[in-house]
């Protein structure tokens, strides 16, 4: 049986595991291929996490966002083209998400005028970055909504 960590900074990848009361030895038993030690690692920064490590733990912690958290957070790709998505209830997503199309809706004419012609000329440049922050908060509404659904799947909760 293993000892309770006492820990401050804890890895996102600790406290997930830690949120299920398993210890590490727990984990290696749930997790084909993974070691007590090799998480031991993991979770104290001592090795490089892996793809494949994070797509396990997310599986057999029933924790999808983990696989966010990573590329958002630790891949040198996903650092900049990878939006960390946060743990949202299920009305504040279909809100955030209604609200930005209901704004796209209104900007939809101004997008129309600035692609017209295929350039984007400095009279247009505010308003089309404008529209670039609307179908962002849309495209992050819809990721919430994917989290959401990935983790009731994975919890059990809905079946898929």
């Not at 830690?18 to 038993?29: I, N």
């Not at 007590?36 to 490590?53: M, S, T, Y």
Request: net charge negative.
């Amino acid at each position: 049986m293993g000892r309770k960590s006492t820990k401050e900074n804890k890895s996102i990848y600790q406290i997930t595991r830690e949120s299920l009361g398993w210890t590490r030895e727990k984990a290696a038993d749930e997790i084909p291929g993974m070691s007590a030690e090799r998480i031991e690692k993991l979770e104290n920064g001592r090795a490089v996490v892996q793809p494949e490590d994070v797509m396990l733990m997310a599986k057999y912690y029933k924790a999808p966002s983990l696989c966010n958290y990573y590329c958002s957070h630790e891949c040198a790709i996903g650092q900049d083209s990878v939006p960390e998505v946060k743990r949202k209830e299920l009305s504040q997503i279909a809100v955030e998400t209604l609200n930005a199309l209901n704004r796209m809706n209104r900007e939809k004419d101004r997008l129309l005028e600035i692609v017209e012609d295929g350039e984007i000329t400095p009279d247009e440049y505010e308003d089309f970055l404008n529209i670039k922050t609307t179908l962002d908060k849309i495209s992050l509404s819809v990721d919430s909504l994917k989290l959401w659904l990935d983790e009731k799947i994975a919890q059990g909760k809905i079946e898929f």
